[in-house]
């Protein structure tokens, strides 16, 4: 079952990526949004994964 969803959107202005997160995964508007700086979808999806994997295995 999903948790949240996460969404990579172009922004028209830049042409670049930024990430839509949904918290919720069926919620109408996101919770979070990150600013557009990403020159690709998967880049954007990447460095969400990147950051998390960081922030799981940091010490506590």
Not at 6 to 18: A, C, H, K, L, N
Not at 29 to 45: G, H, K, L, W
């Amino acid at each position: 079952m999903a948790l949240i969803r996460i969404e990579p959107v172009r922004d028209e202005r830049s042409g670049r990526y930024f990430l839509e997160i949904y918290n919720p995964h069926d919620a109408p508007a996101p919770f979070v949004t990150t600013q557009p700086r990403y020159a690709s979808a998967s880049a954007a999806e990447n460095d969400l994964v990147a950051i998390l994997a960081a922030a799981a295995s940091s010490a506590r």
